[in-house]
């Protein structure tokens, strides 16, 4: 398995389609989630897609946005693909949009994920997440959406002199 950097719409676009239809995402967040990506893809500064692929496959994604008004970063969007599930790649894909953040001089990193979605919100228990708030009726009527959060320690100063964090674990 290898991560790369490179989004490329062209390539990944469809696979990423795929993938989620796989996992049995509703047809609006299928839709939604190569667009999101091509919107982050077009700010390399502040945002970053890691690809994860196994023999030339896509394994699994990752989208982080970095926000400079409150030095905070959040994961856009993050799925592995089911037969290659609970091999620790999402873990290697959150580590890397970490590392990413912690470059940009983030405080933490934070997700949403809809309360139902068992399966996501142990494995970001597992890395570290803390759950913060409950939104009501945040993906539609009924469905509710689910804040996790880490923050990180302070440490050195980063790549652009912000002063840069470590996880707190
Ligand atoms: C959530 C998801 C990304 C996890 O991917 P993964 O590659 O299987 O995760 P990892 O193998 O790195 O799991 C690391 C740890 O998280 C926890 N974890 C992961 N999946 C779990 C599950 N289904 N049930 C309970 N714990 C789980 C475990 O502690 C696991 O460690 P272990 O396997 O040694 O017990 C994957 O299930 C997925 O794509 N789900 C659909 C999309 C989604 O929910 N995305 C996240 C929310 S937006």
């Known amino acids: 398995m290898v991560i790369i950097e490179r989004y490329?719409?062209?390539k990944h676009r469809e696979p990423i389609r795929r993938l989620l239809e796989k996992i049995g995402w509703a047809a609006q967040y299928v839709d939604a989630g190569p667009l999101t990506l091509d919107t982050l893809d077009?700010?390399?500064?502040?945002a970053r897609i890691y690809i994860a692929e196994q023999d030339d496959e896509l394994a699994g994604w990752i989208a982080i946005e970095f926000r400079n008004w409150n030095?905070?970063?959040?994961?856009?969007?993050?799925?592995?693909?089911?037969?290659?599930?609970?091999?620790?790649?999402?873990?290697?894909?959150?580590?890397?949009?970490?590392?990413?953040?912690q470059e940009r001089g983030a405080r933490g990193v934070y997700v949403d994920t809809p309360?139902?979605?068992?399966?996501?919100?142990?494995?970001?228990?597992?890395?570290?997440y803390k759950q913060d708030y409950v939104m009501t009726?945040?993906?539609?009527?009924?469905?509710?959406?689910?804040?996790y959060v880490k923050f990180f320690q302070n440490s050195t100063k980063n790549q652009l002199g912000n002063p840069g964090y470590t996880c707190i674990e």
């Not at 077009?42 to 502040?46: F, S, V």
């Not at 309360?115 to 570290?128: C, P, T």
């Not at 945040?138 to 804040?147: I, N």
């Open 71 to 101: 030095r905070l970063a959040q994961i856009q969007g993050l799925a592995v693909d089911p037969s290659l599930h609970r091999q620790g790649i999402a873990t290697q894909l959150v580590r890397q949009a970490e590392q990413f953040a």
């Open 42 to 46: 077009a700010q390399p500064l502040n």
């Open 8 to 10: 490329a719409a062209e």
């Open 115 to 128: 309360v139902s979605n068992q399966r996501g919100r142990k494995f970001y228990e597992a890395a570290g």
């Open 137 to 147: 009726a945040y993906y539609e009527e009924g469905l509710d959406g689910v804040t």
